[in-house]
């Protein structure tokens, strides 16, 4: 289906080949429809001649296939870590069974779901479920324990699941919607970063949604049914060594925060530092689109002068060729010559360069590009274009580089005469490499300029000229040879091997109306001129795209401001207009939107805390812990060496529903403390800490555990998911001690800030 067929012409040994493309049904399992090929292939073998041979040829699915098989290592490594972490906390065997039972649950749910929606198992599920994986076992950990803690006190599992669940239940439902809430903006997103992420929101939120209500309904449940008074106190030495272990970290985190309590507005100061270092972190830190993957396969682009005919091209690239199958890294490699639907011209010509797999070779895919780039420099008359292949790409047009910028006029003479003008300015700028333009108008065009007195005069017309021209060199098709097993085509065509080039032309010949031969230099005058070898056109008018690669060290943001002010230096005129295009105009309209998306995520969370809650003051509070998660997550990016990407911003927003939950099981409880014993709000918030210090903290590690594999993953593919990793590692890391001890100074900040303003607002009342 689909498949196009590109002839690479004769090559220096005579041989020719045919590369065939094949694109799956929509719906079709990719990997299933190229496992059905190559089961094919051997049969093909078979019944064709020997002559014929039959390859694959940089095969997108083995790559696909090696990422998606690490990414499901990662998967489990995540689920393996959290049921470790749960255990660690827990001590207790039927205990730890009962929240990891969760996971699969949740899991198993949510692929119900992706059929039904007709998702896929891709790059974005996956990197979903992953993360998932520290999020679904949260509201079950937080059940298990508050239903541990009271059969500890002696009541029994049936009634304790009761209590337990009873108490905790709003809690749950509160983190479950406010971590919802965040990913609302990101399924409302526009432009074509939403449509791509859309997948992992809905995934996400599908899977925190049933882990919600398994730990409701399944957890207290088994905990009335597989726990009992006796178990949980049955306790082997390293029960024994871990339980003092935590009392002690227990006691110190309570006398630390008895410290902060009483210097309340030193502790603010801190959180307002923290808000103020991460502004200044968020203008600081590089930013980009997406994170360069090695995906083992490597587009490029070949440029040769513009007067390089078909033959010499096919000669220069397979000196290419030669140079680049030499490589210990590369594979194999698949090359088009000549003009076809994404190639405009004779003097550029493609390749597909096949590297062997990631665990075989030494480097990753930049330094190679960087060798191959080198070698291919000693080859004369050619300049190669590399760039590695994406998973994902929003690119609408194949480019000699990454990103890409257009320059529009209105006339082929004002193009020829500030395209070189900005191409020397962009060569000088250190953020961009292999800057390259698609303007070419120094190609070689032979003007036939007819005397039509003297055509006239012998009985010859313009007809005749044009045919006998088209005869020559139009491979015009005048017989089909039939035998008795094939046939054969016979085109007309001119032999210029003795006349090559400009002088072909004097050998053509005419037939004049007295039945003379007529040489078409008796006629005409032959003038060699320059002209374009193609004219590109955006919106109806003339352009040209000039493509370009960010120079390592430098960000894309540098690399775009970087053209706006050698834009601005320059001076257009009015009929020349810019603009960027594919992935880099994309990137200006995710940067433009970002802080918007993650205010909305603010928002959203606001307002569906402020219904649960049915208070202004208490979302506000909870809020406040945020500017921690992304302190930590742009410090960790920036150490990392990581630019703050798309990817890196879904993980910031994730961040701000994870972190929240410390702040609302402190509230919760000390809502509950103050209504219920009758404590005053410093009591009440100072037990409410101590007794969730343990849940928090497992909760916090299961969600870090659950995010640690894609920050330290190095498979294919890798470097899509491991700012995602990166940014929450970061973020939960710093924010699981800032929050501990400003979350509660902010709730009695705000206590009497309430009670004061109630007390005044009853005495105005009063006075009126």
Known sequence: QGAENRWLGAWANKQQAIVMNIQRQPGANIIATADSVRQMLPTLTQSLPKSVEVKLLADRT?????????????????????????????????????????????????????????????????????????????????????????????????????????????????????????????????????????????????????????????????????????????????????????????????????????????????????LALTVLLWMLIPKGFFPVQDNSIIQ?????????????????????????????????????????????????ARLQIHLKPLDERDDRIQPVIARLQQAVANVPGVALYLQPTQDLTIDTQVSRTQYQFTLQGNSLEALSTWVPTLMDKLATLPALSDVSSDWQDQGLVAYVNVDRDSASRLGISMSDVDNALYNAFGQRLISTIYTQANQYRVVLEHDTRTTPGISGLDTVRLTSADGGIVPLSAIAKVEQRHGPMSINHLDQFPSTTISFNVTDGYSLEQAVNAILDAEKTLEFPADITTSFQGSTLAFQSALGNTIWLILASVVAMYIVLGVLYESFIHPITILSTLPTAGVGALLALMLAGSELDVIAIIGIILLIGIVKKNAIMMIDFALAAEREQGLSPYDAIYQACLLRFRPILMTTLAALLGALPLMLSTGVGAELRRPLGIGMVGGLLVSQVLTLFTTPVIYLLFDRLSHYTRARFSRKTEEA
Not at 302 to 318: H, I, K, T, Y
Not at 337 to 343: C, E, H, K, L, S
């Open 300 to 348: 490029g682009t070949l440029q040769a002068p513009q007067s390089a005919s078909f033959a010499s091209m096919a000669e220069r690239q397979q000196r290419v060729a030669d140079v680049i199958l030499k490589d210990p890294a590369v594979e194999s490699l698949t090359s088009f010559v000549g003009v076809d639907g994404t190639n405009a011209s004779l003097n550029s």
């Open 62 to 274: 083995t790559n696909i296939r090696a990422s998606v098989t690490d990414t499901q290592f990662e998967l489990m490594l995540a689920i393996a870590l959290v049921v470790m972490i749960i255990y660690l906390f827990l001590r207790n065997v039927p205990a730890t069974i009962i929240p990891a039972v969760a996971v699969p649950l949740s899991l198993v749910g949510t692929f119900a779901v992706m059929v039904f929606f007709d998702f896929s198992i891709n790059n974005l599920t996956l990197m979903a479920l992953t993360i998932a994986t520290g999020f679904v076992v949260d509201d079950a950990i937080v059940v298990i324990e508050n239903i541990s803690r009271y059969i500890e006190k002696g009541e029994k599992p049936l009634a304790a699941a009761l209590k337990g669940a009873g108490e905790i239940g709003f809690t749950i439902i509160s983190l479950t919607f406010s971590l919802i809430a965040v990913l609302i903006p990101l399924l409302f997103m526009g432009d074509i970063v939403g449509r791509l992420f859309r997948e992992f929101a809905i995934t996400l939120a599908v899977a925190i949604l049933i882990s919600a209500v398994v730990s409701l309904t399944l957890t207290p449940m088994m905990c009335a049914r597989m726990l009992s008074h006796e178990s949980l106190r049955k306790q082997n030495r390293f029960s024994r060594a871990s339980e003092r272990f935590f009392e002690r970290v227990i006691a110190s985190y309570g006398r630390g925060l008895k410290r902060v309590l009483n210097h309340p507005w030193l502790t603010l100061g801190v959180a307002f530092a923290t």
